[in-house]
């Protein structure tokens, strides 16, 4: 029996050394970032739902939904071509987790923003990663609505709450048989100050969290405080390329200062928008992207998957499909 997501992943935190996780935004750069030898992956943005309250006998929304300003960057750039506004719907997000897990072998971590509300939220925010198949989920301690990390303008809700989010996240876990894995981020260091946010990561730990990250470390001194506490929780860094305020350390400075996992959220969403507007300048002046920019034809099939394809298809073949092969026919329905 193949072991679940969750126990990959927990495999992962438990092998030596610092692990590498580009963040992915659809099918595609998922099966990307498992071909390029990556042993697991994070969603770049949130795929669950957005705003409910789940009782025992009715679900309501808690908030308007178009003022939730969740970590869905790349998925709502990608999908839809707009900004992470709210505009992307409940089940847009959830079909596009459904593709990208069901696209890849390896472990995937989502992004549960703050869980979507209190307690119950949270709850069954987790629920439905479960569901999804997820082996990971990050919640955090910012209100509702939340600011994009790294920016100005962030808000936490007190500590008891922030610490109960993570306590019902373990909670419904347990209450799903489940081993999904929770990470808990605490965006306190900006809001309030770094030495609140080391407060909550060590209330984190104790309450069960799974793997501890506080956002927007601002210099390596403090990344190393940060990875002192609770020693035997997990640290994850989350290295926002292009300008954020949180160093960027190659791995083996990574592994020195003690973190486990480290997150690139915006890499492969950022050089995809660039190679794309360079082939558009070089079309758009008659010409087709440089030898080297852009893959062969062969190439693309093979990342797609027409060549796995076609060896499965073989195993189904009848006399007549080889007839017609040989004889250069093509059938109805075949390319």
């Given at each position: 029996?193949a072991?679940?997501?969750?126990?990959?992943?927990?495999?992962?935190?438990?092998?030596?050394?610092?692990?590498?996780?580009?963040?992915?935004?659809?099918?595609?750069?998922?099966?990307?970032?498992?071909?390029?030898?990556?042993?697991?992956?994070?969603?770049?943005?949130?795929?669950?739902?957005?705003?409910?309250?789940?009782?025992?006998?009715?679900t309501?929304?808690?908030?308007?939904?178009?003022?939730q300003?969740?970590?869905?960057?790349?998925i709502?750039?990608?999908r839809?071509g707009?900004?992470?506004?709210?505009?992307?719907?409940?089940?847009?997000?959830?079909d596009?987790?459904?593709q990208?897990?069901?696209?890849?072998?390896?472990?995937?971590?989502?992004?549960g923003?703050n869980?979507y509300?209190?307690?119950?939220?949270?709850?069954?925010?987790?629920?439905?990663?479960?569901?999804?198949?997820?082996?990971?989920?990050f919640?955090?301690?910012?209100?509702?609505?939340?600011?994009?990390?790294?920016?100005r303008?962030?808000?936490?809700?007190?500590r008891?709450e922030?610490?109960?989010?993570?306590?019902?996240?373990?909670?419904?876990?347990?209450?799903?048989?489940?081993?999904?894995?929770?990470?808990?981020r605490?965006?306190?260091?900006q809001?309030?100050?770094?030495?609140e946010?080391l407060?909550?990561?060590?209330?984190?730990?104790?309450?069960?969290?799974?793997?501890?990250?506080i956002?927007?470390?601002?210099?390596?001194?403090?990344m190393?405080?940060?990875?002192e506490?609770?020693?035997?929780?997990?640290?994850m860094?989350?290295?926002?390329?292009?300008?954020?305020?949180?160093?960027?350390?190659?791995p083996?400075?990574?592994e020195?200062?003690?973190?486990k996992?480290a997150?690139?959220?915006?890499?492969?969403?950022?050089?995809?928008?660039?190679?794309?507007?360079?082939?558009?300048?070089?079309?758009?002046?008659?010409?087709?992207?440089?030898h080297g920019?852009?893959?062969?034809?062969?190439?693309?099939?093979?990342?797609?998957?027409?060549?796995?394809?076609?060896?499965?298809?073989?195993?189904?073949?009848t006399?007549?499909?080889?007839?017609?092969?040989?004889?250069?026919?093509?059938k109805?329905?075949?390319e």
């Amino acid at each position: 029996m193949a072991e679940s997501p969750a126990k990959a992943l927990r495999r992962i935190l438990d092998s030596p050394g610092v692990h590498l996780g580009p963040a992915c935004f659809d099918a595609l750069s998922a099966k990307l970032v498992e071909r390029a030898g990556f042993d697991y992956c994070f969603t770049s943005g949130s795929i669950l739902p957005v705003g409910y309250v789940c009782c025992e006998t009715m679900t309501v929304p808690y908030h308007d939904p178009t003022t939730q300003k969740g970590r869905r960057f790349s998925i709502s750039a990608a999908r839809l071509g707009l900004p992470d506004v709210g505009l992307i719907s409940f089940g847009e997000m959830m079909d596009q987790g459904r593709q990208i897990i069901q696209a890849v072998s390896i472990p995937i971590i989502a992004d549960g923003d703050n869980g979507y509300g209190n307690a119950m939220n949270v709850k069954r925010t987790i629920r439905e990663a479960i569901r999804a198949g997820y082996a990971g989920i990050f919640l955090e301690d910012q209100v509702s609505p939340k600011a994009c990390g790294h920016t100005r303008g962030r808000k936490v809700v007190p500590r008891d709450e922030a610490v109960m989010r993570i306590k019902a996240a373990i909670d419904a876990r347990k209450e799903s048989g489940s081993d999904i894995v929770i990470v808990a981020r605490t965006d306190s260091r900006q809001a309030i100050s770094f030495e609140e946010s080391l407060w909550r990561s060590q209330a984190f730990a104790d309450v069960g969290a799974d793997v501890l990250l506080i956002d927007a470390l601002a210099s390596r001194e403090e990344m190393k405080a940060f990875c002192e506490i609770a020693p035997s929780v997990p640290k994850m860094a989350n290295l926002l390329e292009g300008g954020g305020k949180t160093p960027i350390l190659n791995p083996t400075e990574l592994e020195d200062v003690g973190f486990k996992i480290a997150a690139y959220p915006l890499s492969l969403m950022g050089v995809s928008i660039r190679a794309m507007q360079n082939a558009l300048t070089a079309i758009k002046s008659g010409q087709i992207p440089s030898h080297g920019s852009i893959p062969t034809f062969e190439e693309i099939k093979d990342i797609v998957g027409f060549n796995s394809y076609y060896e499965e298809e073989k195993r189904y073949a009848t006399n007549t499909d080889q007839v017609a092969l040989q004889n250069g026919i093509v059938k109805l329905g075949k390319e």
